[in-house]
């Protein structure tokens, strides 16, 4: 007992040096950001990140925001928002509201996306209403800001925030993954504002399933034609081809589509032919023996998603005798002979492409060919196309397709005498310098990044 007392007694004592201690290393920390010299001020700023724990600390920290220029505030703001302290955000919040610098607002802004949460979701979406580099700030603060809270005020700005806002709010959920918003992505999906209704047809797309493929329908319809409409129709594919519940999602859109009326259910047949599957095809092949209806059929097929319908479009395209018929037929078996799907090998992919190439008529078809097989990484492919560079008609599509397929180091390297000749080849008949560059690059094993 002796022992504890003669402890308490000591911790007593002692308290007041660790107070003065703590008091001196703040006080070091801030005599060191306040100097000139770029490496003390980066030992002070370093000490904030890591050093000096505690809220007062923090505030001491904090209220050294207005005593500083702008380059240094900014610096200053990086420092605290790596500190991670709420007690960091009544400054941070009262900096933004006075400063005019876009270097720093945005800088305030990342602080409170770092450390807020739910209450600072009306501050940073006021934010979105200004210009980049402002808005792109909030953005990403609106995306990294924790909590339900945050995703629930959120959805309130979706539902019922500004006009120019309620998009961007949505994309913000999105991008959280916010499951929970998908009720007012649903509700947005037909709202009078065409921005509103894009980005929640693109939250669905990403957060949408089965449940929410009745919703996507009428989103489609109303849809303005063109842009918006395409937009739809690509978001309501994704659905019910990409997400979890791709399989009892296409179901639903068939039943939808059955349950259609006649005008409907002609509006829905290209997402009907991109979606495909043997139900759909059945549907299909009904619309294709009617004569009034074949241009239906046609529209629908030649936007299949695989390779299942090929024996079919080659069958078409054999009989076709309607310009306008053969070139729709042409372009879709061009389109996905070199998809990258799980219905055909590549080598089935290739023999596929080698097959097609006889049924071109023009150098048009014949290119288009040419650009898409190096989707098919093998040294086959690279063996089919080089003879083309020769040609000067097919010499550019070609030149593209063996830099394409040279991009790939492993496929170049296991055949590296056979591209060397090829990428030299390349490098003597282009006009285009984006290859001569690229073929330069890979003969002497470099890399090359997309601009």
């Known amino acids: 007992m002796r022992f504890l007392l003669c402890f308490a007694a000591l911790c007593l004592a002692l308290a007041p040096l660790e107070r003065a201690a703590a008091a001196d290393a703040v006080a070091t920390i801030i005599d060191l950001v306040g100097r000139d010299d770029a490496d003390f001020r980066a030992i002070g700023l370093d000490r904030i990140r890591h050093a000096a724990k505690g809220e007062a600390a923090t505030r001491q920290f904090a209220a050294l925001l207005t005593k500083q220029p702008p380059e240094r505030q900014v610096e200053l703001l990086r420092a605290l928002a790596d500190r991670g302290d709420k007690a960091v955000i009544p400054a941070v919040t009262a900096l933004l509201a006075a400063a005019k610098d876009p270097a720093v607002r945005s800088a305030a802004i990342a602080v409170l996306g770092a450390v807020g949460g739910g209450t600072e979701v009306n501050v ?11 808005r792109a700030a909030a ?12 995703e629930k005020q959120l959805t309130g700005v979706a539902r019922s925030g500004e006009a120019a806002v309620r998009p961007l709010a949505i994309d913000i ?4 993954r916010a ?3 998908v009720p007012a992505f649903v509700a947005a999906a037909i709202d009078g504002d065409a921005a509103v209704r ?68 002609e ?21 294709l023996a009617d004569p009034a209806k074949r241009d239906l059929g046609l529209k629908a097929i030649t936007r299949w998603p695989d390779a299942t ?11 076709a005798q309607n310009p306008a018929e053969r070139e729709m037929l042409l372009a879709a078996l061009i389109r996905i002979a070199p998809l990258p799907d799980n219905k055909l090998n590549d080598k089935q992919k290739l023999d596929l492409v080698m097959k097609i190439m006889p049924l071109c008529q023009t150098d048009a078809e014949r290119a288009k060919l040419l650009e898409r097989v190096n989707a098919i990484r093998t040294v086959e492919t690279f063996r089919f196309v080089l003879p083309y560079v020769d040609q000067p008609a097919l010499a550019e599509p070609a030149c593209k397709s063996v830099v394409e397929l040279a991009h790939h180091r492993n496929l170049r390297d296991a055949h590296k005498d056979e591209f060397a000749k090829a990428l030299d080849k390349v490098i003597a008949t282009t006009k285009n310098p984006e290859f001569v ?3 330069s690059r890979y003969k002497e094993g470099k890399t090359w990044e997309r601009k």
């Open 124 to 134: 940073l979406t006021q934010s979105l209403a200004a210009g980049d580099p402002e």
């Open 139 to 150: 953005k990403r603060a609106l995306v990294v800001l924790r909590g339900d809270e945050a």
């Open 173 to 176: 959920l999105a991008e959280r």
């Open 179 to 181: 499951r929970a918003a």
């Open 198 to 265: 894009s980005a929640a047809m693109r939250g669905l797309a990403k957060l949408g399933g089965p449940d929410e493929v009745p919703a996507m329908v009428q989103g489609f319809f109303k849809a303005a034609a063109g842009a918006e409409r395409n937009d739809a129709e690509k978001a309501l594919v994704a659905v019910c081809t990409d997400s979890p519940g791709k399989e009892r999602a296409a179901e639903s859109f068939l039943a939808i589509f059955k349950a259609a009326n006649e005008a409907d259910r």
């Open 267 to 287: 509006a829905l047949l290209p997402p009907l032919g991109r979606i495909g599957g043997p139900a759909a095809l059945a549907i299909v092949d009904d619309l």
């Open 309 to 319: 319908v090929v024996p079919k479009l080659l069958d078409l395209l054999g009989k």
């Open 437 to 439: 560059e690229r073929a």
